[in-house]
T-cell receptor
Framework: DTAVSQTPKYLVTQMGNDKSIKCEQN?????MYWYKQDSKKFLKIMFS???????INETVPNRFSPKSPDKAHLNLHINSLELGDSAVYFC???????????FGSGTQLSVL | QKEVEQNSGPLSVPEGAIASLNCTYS??????FFWYRQYSGKSPELIMS????GDKEDGRFTAQLNKASQYVSLLIRDSQPSDSATYLC???????????FGPGTSLSVIP
């Protein structure tokens, strides 16, 4: 049983397209996150939701819109994709206040 | 200035040696510190957390924290080729704050 699963694993698309990444966790956690990891391995938080409420919203272009239909799911929709969006996007979850983050396997996004 | 800094490496050590990974942080309000290991093409996984000044040992791993110097380190004793990975240092202010990651140090253990 995968604890934090995200789909798709790979996403190759053209500039200007719109795409979504989905994430689900079955750990019973109440907080979910999106992180972006660039080619230099720098892992940077983008958003965090606690019980479907947005609690962290870093300086991210408006083209990125997270959505949490329930506390077990957090999706990321990206409009008008740009070359600079190419990265690995990781979903993660935790219990609010707990230290350990559980990461999904990542989505490698390549914008051509 | 990044909030959490690490030498990007690569750091190469022979098998059986001690690997020493270093990290500094800029926010004196940081209270919790973590080391995540990330194998190539995989997701990060937590290997150590430390909250108080001093050393914390777990098997072959020892985390060291010096809040006065704003310095965190990870020692890996008897390094194995399977320890070859990128090690991410991370910090957090309070339990409810975001985790800030450093850029990671690539470690290569040579057989």
């Amino acid at each position: 049983d995968t604890a934090v699963s995200q789909t798709p694993k790979y996403l190759v698309t053209q500039m200007g397209n719109d795409k979504s990444i989905k994430c689900e966790q079955n750990l019973g956690h109440d907080t979910m996150y999106w992180y972006k990891q660039d080619s230099k391995k720098f892992l940077k938080i983008m958003f965090s939701y606690n019980n479907k409420e947005l609690i962290i919203n870093e300086t991210v272009p408006n083209r990125f819109s997270p959505k949490s239909p329930d506390k077990a799911h957090l999706n990321l929709h990206i409009n008008s994709l740009e070359l600079g969006d190419s990265a690995v996007y990781f979903c993660a979850s935790s219990l609010l206040g707990e230290e350990k983050l559980f990461f999904g396997s990542g989505t490698q996004l390549s914008v051509l | 200035q990044k909030e959490v800094e690490q030498n990007s490496g690569p750091l190469s050590v022979p098998e059986g040696a001690i690997a020493s990974l270093n990290c500094t942080y800029s926010d004196r309000g940081s209270q919790s510190f973590f080391w995540y290991r990330q194998y190539s093409g995989k997701s990060p996984e937590l290997i150590m957390s430390i909250y108080s000044n001093g050393d914390k040992e777990d098997g072959r791993f020892t985390a060291q924290l010096n809040k006065a110097s704003q310095y965190v380190s990870l020692l890996i004793r008897d390094s194995q080729p399977s320890d070859s990975a990128t090690y991410l240092c991370a910090a957090k202010k309070t339990s409810y704050d975001k985790v800030i990651f450093g850029p990671g140090t690539s470690l290569s253990v040579i057989p």
